[in-house]
């Protein structure tokens, strides 16, 4: 019997709610590109899963202590991680 796939095409609804979305990130986040040798990423991966966070916020963590630590803390964050 063959698998039946899923239906993976984007509606109407999808893409106004994808362009509202990208439309409030857009406005309240900045993007980072950090780059990493080729098998680093998965080792990332794998503590932040460890510790329970999502990679971005594991990412965003380590940045905040370590600039605490440094005293580069510049008063209080100013978004949620």
């Not at 980072?32 to 460890?50: D, N, Q, T």
């Not at 916020?57 to 803390?73: H, K, L, P, W």
């Amino acid at each position: 019997m063959e698998e039946k796939k899923p239906d993976t095409r984007n509606t109407g609804q999808q893409k106004a709610a994808t362009k509202a979305k990208n439309t409030f990130n857009g406005k309240n986040y900045e993007r980072l590109y950090p780059f990493v040798k080729m098998g680093e990423k998965v080792k990332i991966e794998r503590a932040a899963s460890a510790a329970g966070q999502s990679m971005n916020d594991y990412i965003v963590t380590a940045v905040y202590q370590r600039m605490e630590r440094e005293g580069q803390a510049d008063g209080e964050k100013t978004g949620e991680v």
